[in-house]
């Protein structure tokens, strides 16, 4: 049951069982529910107060029934009635209190909650304090009925009976409204446009509902509306259970303009929340599985107003940037986990996917085993998906749901489309195209397009293009059969064409159809007017109506003004005919030269040159080398030899070996300001052979690896060498190219980042390819490492999302899973799992580790946890984690020997009220005496870490708030909790309310006393508070604090 639903069944409870007194605040609780739902951060504090009105309601109706009036004792019965009474009236100010309040933020347009926790705290504490009174008042009048003869009619029996078991009902559910204002409003939150937007941005950029303008636009009015007539559609549609629908077709059937009919459709429906993305294999962002799923993730954790987010992803958030974005991007894993769950909170979710077949091949298949987990695990969930009908997605969805694109389906949707190209047609013509020629094209067009919407649309702009009834005619009869022979036909034609023509379309598709990113008019019209074969630029001399032109229908711009092809069925059909490795080549070339000799042209030409060279440079300078790695792919996949003029820009650009050039220097200062770009790797960047390996080049520059003058050993300023910067690069033939030259595959890595073995660099990105190769080439798999955060290469696999693709794999060659590390941040595989691997999303890993093996209680000789419960604890999103641990048999007073906790309850203590609580209902020691860390204690390391909650939990748990400390850096909790830069008076306050000795002499640490480590490093203001409290418990050690105040005044008066 919803919360919806529980408040509804809560409040109908009320009105049922006091119809006279309850109906007029339910009225009110009603208008604000409804309204509340719309601003889903007041919904939280907002069922706070709801509960109590609620069941005060019932509480009132009770003694009513009870205690009627009686002549004989009416002095006590009008002091019960006169308390009833001030409850109704409580009742009705807290409603007419946030209606108002509602009101005022409505008309300001305001989108601040309208209901905050100060009210709810002042009329929870007003609804406290006159519960014991209406309680004592009932009380007296039951001492009074007991002296009497009480009558209580049938009717008041029943009516009592059916109220009391109303409470029962209401007391289910009061639990779980019990903790509403610290639980609900974590769930959404409102934040500031800037913050907002950053998380927004972090989570994915990719612009969704631009798309789907684009998708939308040129789409012919009620067109696809057969798709909805189809039975399998509207059982799919209706039905309770969560399924998978496929709509297939041949390419040019329209699918993604009927995509972005059904969207439109859903759009308009309320009560369900739909997300979409549309694949595009031109654009490499569109085809990655993670990021279909971030997009998703972004779509269904904001609300539709675009200004509150859901906790669960402000939770990862936060985590990763606590943790300095170690881990920059959501993983896949993540991904699937967060929308897994993102999913759940809405009454019904609808998944839209268009073009799977547009999606990365090889991730395909994963995809769909995704989603058919989802449908299996998740209620009220629908997925839509089209695409082609390529052969291992048809195997994998010819069971689902599913509807292909005939012919006849969309004879209707042509038969529009072309009449209303023909119509718009007519506006600009002199003489209008007669009723018969019109039914003449609208009928050959249908007879010969086969339901290929791309061949009717290039048929009749076609056709539309000629003046002359005969020529139109004459056209009719010979127009081309299919797809391909339109195709050809075109580029003959584009090929017979006027010499400037014929060279500005080639380099349009060609840059088009390699770009690696969506090219606007202005950029394509700048990128056809450069020269790949010359070492100069040159400024524009063609507009974008000339490339149209030139391209024959075969290129389109849209309303954004982006130029695209007009279906991906052209961009096969060239790849095809050219091969794109020439594509590739040439705007890496074009790239390189601009790179070199922008900076000398920039005065010599317009203010609008220049803006149209800093555009490009911005292309220029985040693609150049991803046009390389492609063209060395493409090429060596048809076997053809290596540019000689791309190889030698690339090595004018990069300069030597030895020393690189001023080119690249300065591409490297740009690349500094480039979010996720692996500018550290590149360092320093006097060494260009760093880029080389780190892109992947193994061909490229020719001169370079034909004389083998790279030294393959060398390493980077953070100290990992080439091999690893070549297996960072993912490219399997670049690293057979390393070792081939000679590359220590075993080569101990000693510094501080790096990532310790090739090995583990491979494992640390999940890439079972590159680890097999290594493995197979001789690779340690337990080679302990000297340097960097894993110290091992499993470690490395358990600690990164991505990397978990390979835990299994190694496991299965043969990875000590309990091997002792001697460096790193973690100190086992376990351990890193808890750590990075913690969070309901994502505690998998920890499972599959234990299940291998892992001891669960391993006394860790490095890194900063001690054990993997320390670990778990140490993680704010550790609980889940921490359950699983325990119940594994971990030992929740286990004395670590090493990290700088000393004990899972300090780890938690240090700011995890959650896990703190955790800990110690699992029995964790609150006093015991710790051996290694940097507190000493549980209490010390909450106070150190300002953490005011955990501190709280801990002295309820009997924390010994004078404990003598043995090990850590500060002696006693007092002494942590001010020797905090910036400490907390709210807690050092708590400390001295629960008895905490500022006298007290510290046997351990940093300092011999408490003023001592606050003289050292408190405020003024604080140290002056403790300094007041020494004197006042100090009268008669008068030289003590004599001393003290002394040394207060110096430093003061200093």
């Keep these: 049951m919803t919360w919806l639903e529980k408040l509804k069944a809560i409040g109908d409870i009320a009105v049922n069982a006091d119809q006279i007194h309850s109906r007029l605040p339910w009225a009110g609780i009603r208008m604000l529910f409804l ?198 559609f509207q059982d799919w549609q209706i039905s309770d259970d969560s399924m998978i629908f496929w709509l297939h077709g041949i390419p040019g059937a329209g699918k993604t303009k009927l995509v972005s009919r059904v969207i439109d459709e859903f759009l308009q429906v309320q009560g369900q929340k739909l997300v979409y993305f549309y694949c595009n294999r031109n654009e490499g962002l569109r085809r990655k599985p993670k990021e279909i799923l971030r997009s998703f993730v972004k779509q269904l954790s904001i609300t539709d107003d675009q200004t509150v987010i859901h906790e669960s992803l402000l939770q990862v958030y936060m985590d990763k940037r606590q943790r300095g974005f170690s881990s920059t991007d959501l993983s896949l894993e993540e991904s699937e986990a967060l929308l897994a769950q993102l999913i759940s909170i809405y009454p019904k979710t609808i998944l839209v996917l268009d073009a799977l077949d547009e999606s990365e091949e090889g991730s395909r298949q994963g995809l769909i085993s995704y989603f058919s987990r989802l449908v299996e695990q998740i209620q009220n969930l629908k997925i839509f998906i089209t695409s082609r009908r390529d052969e291992d997605i048809a195997c994998r969805l010819k069971s689902k749901a599913n509807v292909g694109i005939n012919a006849t389906d969309s004879q209707d949707d042509i038969a529009k489309f072309v009449s209303q190209k023909i119509d718009e047609d007519e506006k600009n013509k002199a003489t209008p195209i007669s009723v018969e020629l019109k039914y003449d094209i609208v009928r050959i067009i249908l007879d010969k397009s086969q339901g290929i919407f791309q061949w009717a649309a290039l048929q009749v702009t076609e056709l539309l293009s000629l003046d002359l009834e005969k020529d139109i005619r004459e056209r009719l009869g010979c127009l081309p059969a299919g797809l391909p022979c339109a195709y050809n036909e075109i580029y003959q034609r584009i090929l017979e064409s006027k010499a400037s023509k014929l060279k500005i379309a080639m380099r349009a598709l060609q840059w088009v159809i390699c770009s690696e990113k969506p090219l606007t008019a202005d950029a394509l019209v700048f990128l056809v007017c450069q020269d790949p074969e010359i070492d100069t630029l040159i400024a524009p001399y063609v507009d974008i109506r000339f ?71 911005a292309y220029a300078t985040q693609h150049w080398f991803l046009h390389i790695r492609r063209y060395e ?206 969070g309901g999303y994502n505690s998998t890993i920890s499972q599959s580790l234990l299940r291998a093996g892992a001891n669960v209680n391993q006394a860790l000789t490095s890194g900063n946890y001690g054990s993997a419960l320390a670990a778990a604890a140490s993680t704010p999103i550790g609980h889940e984690t921490i359950k699983l641990l325990l119940a594994s048999g971990a030992n929740v007073n286990q004395r670590l020997i090493w990290g700088k906790y000393g004990s899972a309850l300090a780890a938690a203590s240090f700011g995890s009220p959650a896990n703190t609580s955790l800990l110690l209902d699992a029995g964790a020691d609150v006093n015991q005496v710790l051996t290694s860390g940097l507190y000493g204690s549980a209490l010390a390391a909450a106070a150190y870490s300002q953490a005011k909650h955990s501190v709280q939990l801990l002295l309820n748990a009997g924390a010994d708030v004078n404990q003598k400390l043995t090990a850590g850096l500060y002696g006693s909790a007092l002494a942590a909790a001010v020797a905090k830069q910036g400490a907390d008076e709210e807690i050092v306050q708590l400390l001295l309310d629960a008895g905490a000795d500022v006298n007290q002499k510290l046997s351990s640490g940093l300092y011999s006393n408490v003023l001592e480590a606050a003289r050292a490093r408190t405020r003024r203001e604080l140290y002056e508070i403790l300094l007041g409290v020494v004197i006042g418990k100090n009268q008669r050690n008068f030289g003590y604090t004599s001393l003290e105040a002394g040394k207060y005044k110096d430093r003061k008066s200093a």
């Design 35 to 232: 309204e509340a739902t719309a601003d889903r951060e007041t919904m939280g504090p907002l069922l706070v107060g709801l509960d109590k009105v609620l069941y005060l309601i019932d509480l009132c109706t009770v003694y009513e029934l009870l205690y009627p009036y009686d002549p004989k004792i009416e002095h006590t019965y009008h002091n019960l009635e006169a308390t009833v009474i001030e409850v109704y009236v409580l009742i009705l100010q807290f409603l007419r209190t946030a209606i108002l309040a509602y009101e005022r933020s409505t008309k300001t347009s305001t989108s601040a909650t309208f209901w905050t926790l100060d009210y709810i705290n002042d009329y929870n504490a007003r609804f406290e304090a006159i519960i014991p009174r209406i309680d004592y008042e009932a009380q007296n009048c039951e001492r009074c009925y007991s002296r009497l003869d009480r009558v209580i009619s049938i009717d008041q029996v029943k009516r009592l009976k059916r109220v009391l078991e109303d409470m029962e009902r209401v007391k289910a559910h009061q639990n779980e409204f019990r903790n509403m204002n610290s639980t609900f409003p974590n769930i959404w939150r409102f934040l500031d446009d800037g913050k907002r937007e950053d998380v927004l941005r972090w989570i994915s950029d990719i612009p969704f509902e631009d798309h789907h303008s684009v998708a939308r636009t040129g789409r012919t009015a009620n067109t696809g509306g057969w798709l909805f007539q189809q039975r399998v």
């Design 547 to 617: 490339i149209l032109e030139s391209c024959s229908n075969l290129l389109v711009m849209d309303s954004r003004q982006f130029c695209h092809l007009s279906h991906l069925s052209v961009n096969e059909y060239f790849e095809n005919l050219w091969g794109i490795a020439i594509c590739h080549a040439n705007a890496a070339k074009i790239c390189l030269t601009l790179m070199l000799v922008a900076n000398n042209q920039y005065s010599q030409e317009s203010s609008m040159y220049n803006v149209m060279i800093d555009n490009f440079l």
């Design 633 to 838: 792919y493409y090429s060596r996949n048809t076997g053809d030899k290596i540019d000689p003029r791309l190889s030698q820009l690339v090595e004018r650009f990069l300069g030597r070996v030895e020393e690189s050039g001023p080119a690249y220097r300065s591409w490297c200062e740009r690349c500094e300001h480039l979010p996720g770009f692996p500018i550290e790797d590149l360092k320093p960047f006097c060494n260009p052979v760093l880029a080389v390996c780190r892109f992947g080049f193994y061909r490229i520059p020719l001169t370079w690896w034909e004389s083998k003058c790279i030294n393959t050993n060398q390493t980077n300023k953070a100290g990992n060498s080439l091999l690893v910067l070549t297996v960072f690069s993912e490219n399997e033939y670049a690293v057979q190219k390393l070792l081939s030259l000679g590359a220590d595959i075993n080569g101990q890595l000693d510094g501080l980042l790096c990532s310790g073995s090739a090995l583990g660099a491979a494992a640390s990105i999940g890439n079972r390819d590159i680890i097999k190769l290594l493995l197979s080439a001789g690779a340690q798999i337990n080679q302990k490492h000297a340097g960097g955060i894993y110290g091992g290469a499993l470690v490395a696999s358990v600690a990164n999302p991505e990397g978990r693709k390979a835990t299994q794999l190694l496991l299965d060659s043969g990875a000590e899973i309990n091997q002792e590390l001697d460096c790193g941040i973690f100190g086992s595989a376990l351990a890193a799992a808890a750590a990075r691997g913690a």
